[in-house]
Each structure stands twice: as C-alpha cells, then as structure tokens.
C-alpha cells in the first residue's frame, strides 16, 4: 500500500506539526525552571514527554483513520494526538492547565481526551490495551464500522495487560491494531535487558494473529504495513500486532539527564531525523518541491503558532473546579 | 562532633534511603534490590544510586515493566530465604500489581499460620504538590494500611528514613515502605527543607510502630505524617505567633499503629487535628479521630477536625491542586474553627 500525493504530504504536514508543536512546549517548559530545575514551575508544570522522532508512527498510521475510529495513547501522546486530529488549541489549552482545555485542566498532558476523534491517552504503561479491545468490541457488538489502535512502547509489552488484552483481541476477533513504538528505551532501560525476545512481532503467534517489524523509523513502510492491518480489521479479519523501530530524540521526561545512553547515540539519531529524510524522499519522488513543503511547513507552523497563543491567552479555571466533574453530570 | 562534619551528614531522604540499603546489603547477603529504573539511574527518585556500582547487576536488578512479576517474584524469593527490596516507582501504579501486594505478600504468613515468612520491604513513592496529575501524585496511604498483613512505615526526614529502612530490611515480616516526593531531595522536584537533617553514619534502626512528638505543646494535638508533619510543624510556628500551643506527633508508622501516643497526646490538650495528603474519606484522618474518641471521647474539648485532600481525583493544574492539598494556613484556619 503506498501513500497518494495527498496522503504523503498529509503526513508530511502533521510530521511537521508535531515536531514544531513540541519545540514551543519545550521551550515554554523551561520558562519559569530556570536556573534550578523544578518541575513545579512555570507555565507548564509537571512532568513532559516529548515525542520528537517518534511521529513516522502517529502519521503512518492514522493516514489510514476516520474521526469515527478509536486510538488509545500513551503519557508520551502528542505525535498520536495530532495526527488522529485533535483540537490543536484545546490540547495546547490542557496542557497549559487552562480552563479552555479539554478537561478544563484536571487531566494535563498525560490524560488528553478529545471525545470528537475518539481520541484518548494516559498515564501508566498498557493502560489503553484493554479499552482499545473494548471500544472495538463496542462496534462489533453494535455493528458498527470502526477500528481500535492501541499505542504503547516497547516497554509496555512485558506488562500483564498487554498479554491479556492481546489475548482477548484474538480469542474475539477483534477489530483493532496493537502498535508498538519501539524506542529502544523504557526510560533509563533498555529493551535488550528487559525484553526476552529482540523482537515483538514474534508475540503475536501466541495469540492468534498475525505480527510484523518495521525497521528504520520508515513512515512509508509504516503507512504500507499499518493500512493492511487497519483493512484487515475494517473487513473483518481480526487484530494485528506492529513494531515500529523508531526513535526517541529526547530523555523519558524533560530533564532526563540521560547519563545511561551510550555514547554518540544521540547524535546518531539525529542524523536519521524522520522529517529531514521524508522531505528529501518527497523532493526525490517529485510529489512536491521544496517551496510546496515550505508552506505547508509554514502552515504548520502558524496552526502551532495559534494554538499556542490561544493557551497562553485562555484563563485558568476557578480553584474550586477542582471539586466538580467527579461523577456524570 | 563539631558543627562542620555534623553538616556533611545533613542528608536527604533519597540518600539516607540508599545508605541504609547498601550498609545492609554490604552486612546481610541475602538482601538484594528490585525494579524500574533502580540501576544505572539510581532510581528515579534516587533512592539507590551508587548501589550498582557497589553491587552489580545481579544484586541491583532492573527490571522489566513488570509489576505483577516482580513484586510476587520478591514473595517468592523471600519466602525461599532471601530479603528482596523492590520498588513500585508510584504508588499510584499499585493497580496493575496489587494482587501480588494483598493478597499474596500481606497474607501468606496468615495463610500458613507463621510456617511462611515473607521478609521483604515494598518501598514507593506518595504524593504530589508538583502538577504531575491524578496518576502519579496520590498517597493512598489508606488503601495500604487498610489491608491487613503488611506494615506500613512514611517517614518525614532523612533520620527516619534510614534507621525505617533498615528496620523494614531486618523485619520477619513485609514493609511497605512510602517515601513522599516533596521531602525526596530531588532538586527537580522541589525539596521540604526541613525533611534534610542529620543522618549518622552507623547503620541503625527506628522502631516501626512508634509515633513521635516532634513538637511539644498544650492547645491543640496536630497529627500528620511525611509531608503533613512539616505541615504541622509550619502550621505551630503560627499558632504560636498567636499564642497558642501546638504539640505535633509524627505518626511514621501507620501499621503498627501508636495509638497510645496520639491518645496521651490528647488527653493533655483535648484538641484534635489530622492532617493527611491521601483522600480525606476511609482513610488515615477518620482512623485518628475513630481512635481518640473510642478511647475516651470525654478527653476531647470540642469536635476533632482534618485538613485532608477532598475526595476527588488529583487535578493537574496547579491552581486546582494547591487548592486541594493541605497547607499551614488550612491547619491554622481548622485550629480557628474550633469551638
């Protein structure tokens, strides 16, 4: 499956978005935290896990979703929120703790929900395994169309309920694909020491499905892979499981020292930058030329430009805020 | 002792913590250390750095994220003869793993009536005050301490927290050990000044079980533990601008319980208020007021009060959960609702 024209440069723009998007948060970020770095501080308190590097999988992936289909993401959601379309504004908003964010600023950026996408992270690792196979289930019982993907890392797969909702997905046939992002790192850990296999796609044998590795960070191979999987389960055909080798261009959480990367690692993964490498495929493909990328990158830019003005002009809310939208209204 | 080397020891809680441990590994073999992020990283909230360095991999285990495999593999372990540390890095994460917590390490001393012990220490991090949300900020002191088979010991600065540690390694029986980030000593945290105090170098043990009166006084009775015990003391400070007597009792162990000092304490001031981060509903606070007036409800001068956090979810932004959690001022302004 390879991406038309308009597909390419969709996920070229929300590439560029993300990335763009992310370089703002983390500059606001520090404000207020220097020179003593204290989370506490600033206009984005916190932790924050920034996703540069990994956005192949996000536009990979949801190039092939509707607003009607499901994504469950991770405490490091913001690639995966952008591309499944959520409200730029209102996720600058919660991140901010505004009042005009999406929870009013009682979730923050690990807990970002946009109910008109079906879009939905959180905090703790695997968490979106088992709703993922729930709000598939959901559209199979009601006959409705739609599928489910499940975002996690590498890390997350040696949680018990990776397996179990795996399992589950199989046993019912359940529309809805597993996409592991593979960065190498669980924090300060790496995959080798606690991973029993090199590979993830091998799991999938255990539970009925089928299971693929994509290599290099390839937003080409990933929308290639990704649509077949997506189709299988829009037609019927069950779950898939995917690994995705991409890369985490920061620490776990900014101010990760980092001290357990080997040395020159860094470096080397910013020589493979997905966005310079996808813009030079374009450019080399014909699909576009370098002033049509400039202003979708400008585009990108002043969406990002917006939504950040919007945060930081957005109030916060009341105080007392905090004592309400416990129970349904 | 002079000023200047009693200074050098001036520790943190995440230092005193790792001191504890690597002065008892280096005297007990059998005890050995499990979890996330706890080896090359020295723990994410620092509570084991140096000890690969000192131990090597096979005593200071990272581990996958597994929570539900490592913490009953330290069951395990501990009742094959061994004393495993290991870490829930948050309290909060305690969902995807307390099975192995509740129902297999608190009870399968009971279950083979004292044939099995499980000697083995759970330590993890409480709390918030730094915006980090309603998944990583939550004490749930109550939910440990409510189950039955696990001692649950919070201490409020670094001497506790090594002589804690080292008596919850050396006990028969399993310790769930809760360390509260804003007392940690980790600078991107923020840092409770007052939880860094003198730590001495010998290993040594503080009894778990025993509160401590950490302020005298004769007014009123202010309990807390971790962070609210600075609270409390803060809270006295201004008490006493005003002329009014704060004693303070450091709670440090929730299971065992010291009852008796926070009744002795009341019936010397007939005032009461419980000061706790974890929910205020079935928790830590009605366990406190249950205690005083079930004992002897006649000691108590006016109605017992709490300043605990509101039984909502913990928000993100910082307005929102400053407002919720318990200050000084809140302690002062319960004080001055008293009859």
């Known amino acids: 499956m390879e991406p038309t024209k308009d597909q390419t440069l969709w996920m070229y723009q929300k590439m560029v978005t993300s990335r763009r998007f992310e370089e703002i948060i983390e500059k606001i970020y520090l404000e207020g935290k220097t020179p003593a770095f204290n989370m506490a501080n600033g206009p984005i308190p916190g932790e924050m896990h920034l996703s540069n590097g990994q956005e192949p999988v996000a536009v990979g992936v949801c190039a092939h979703l509707n607003a009607d289909d499901v994504v469950t993401a991770t405490h490091r959601p913001h690639h995966q929120a952008i591309a499944k379309g959520v409200d730029l504004k209102k996720m600058a908003a919660e991140i901010f703790g505004k009042k005009t964010g999406f929870s009013g600023g009682r979730g923050g950026h690990m807990h970002i929900f946009d109910p008109d996408v079906n879009f939905a992270c959180s905090g703790i690792i695997a968490q979106g395994c088992g709703p993922a196979c729930g709000a598939a289930l959901s559209r199979q019982m009601q006959g409705k169309p739609g599928v489910a993907i499940s975002f996690l890392g590498e890390g997350a797969v040696n949680q018990g309920a990776f397996h179990e909702a795996m399992n589950l997905a199989g046993v019912w046939n359940l529309p809805v694909v597993f996409v592991i992002e593979d960065n190498a790192w669980g924090i300060s850990v790496s995959k080798e020491d606690s991973t029993a296999v090199a590979r993830n796609d091998v799991r999938a044998a255990a539970y009925g499905m089928p299971g693929f590795y994509i290599e290099n960070n390839d937003p080409y191979a990933i929308f290639d892979i990704a649509g077949e999987a997506i189709k299988r389960a829009r037609d019927g055909k069950g779950p898939t499981l995917i690994e995705i080798e991409t890369y985490r261009l920061a620490g776990h959480f900014m101010g990760d020292a980092e001290g357990y990367r080997p040395e020159g690692e860094k470096d080397a993964l910013f020589k493979k930058d997905p966005i310079p490498r996808m813009r030079s495929r374009i450019i080399a493909d014909g699909v576009a030329t370098d002033e049509d990328l400039d202003a979708i990158e400008r585009k990108a830019q002043s969406q990002v430009d917006e939504a950040i003005a919007f945060a930081r002009e957005s109030d916060l809310a009341p105080d007392t805020d905090a004592l309400t939208s416990v129970f349904a209204a | ?339």
């Open chain 2, 1 to 339: 002792m002079s000023d200047n080397i009693a200074n050098e020891r001036k520790f943190t809680i995440a230092r005193a913590m790792a001191e504890s441990i690597q002065q008892e590994m280096q005297a007990d073999e059998r005890v050995f250390v499990m979890g996330e992020d706890i080896g090359a990283l020295g723990g994410v909230f620092g509570n084991t750095r140096g000890l690969l360095d000192e131990f090597g991999k096979t005593r200071i285990r990272d581990t996958p994220i597994s929570e539900t495999a490592f913490i009953s593999a330290a069951v395990g372990a501990a009742q094959d003869g061994m004393r495993p540390v290991v870490e829930l890095m948050f309290a909060d994460f305690f969902g995807v793993c307390f099975d192995a917590i509740y129902n297999l390490m608190a009870k399968n001393t009971y279950f083979s009536g004292g044939g099995v012990n499980v000697p083995m220490v759970l330590m993890t991090s409480t709390g918030g005050g730094y915006s980090d949300a309603g998944q990583h900020s939550q004490c749930l002191y109550g939910s440990f301490a409510h189950l039955p088979g696990m001692k649950v010991v919070s201490p409020s600065n670094a001497y506790d927290a090594k002589g804690l540690m080292t008596a919850a390694m050396r006990d028969d029986s399993p310790v769930v050990y809760m360390y509260h980030k804003g007392l940690q000593g980790m600078g991107w945290l923020g840092t409770e000044a007052g939880a860094q105090v003198n730590t001495p170098e010998e290993s040594y043990q503080v009894e778990i079980g025993k509160a401590k009166v950490v302020r005298e006084g004769t007014d009123v009775t202010l309990v807390g533990l971790a962070m609210g015990v600075h609270n409390c003391l803060k809270a006295a400070d201004i008490l006493a601008k005003q002329g009014v007597s704060a004693e303070v009792i450091d709670l440090v162990s929730l299971v065992p319980l010291d009852r008796e000092t926070v009744i002795n304490s009341v019936a010397k001031t007939g005032r009461l208020i419980v000061v706790d981060e974890d929910y205020q509903s079935y928790g830590v606070s009605g366990e406190i007021i249950a205690t005083v007036t079930e004992h002897d409800i006649s000691k108590l001068k006016t109605s017992p009060k709490r300043v605990a956090y509101p039984d909502v979810p913990i928000p993100y932004a910082r307005n929102m959960e400053q407002f919720c959690l318990p200050n000084p001022n809140k302690i002062v302004a319960a004080y001055t609702s008293m009859n």
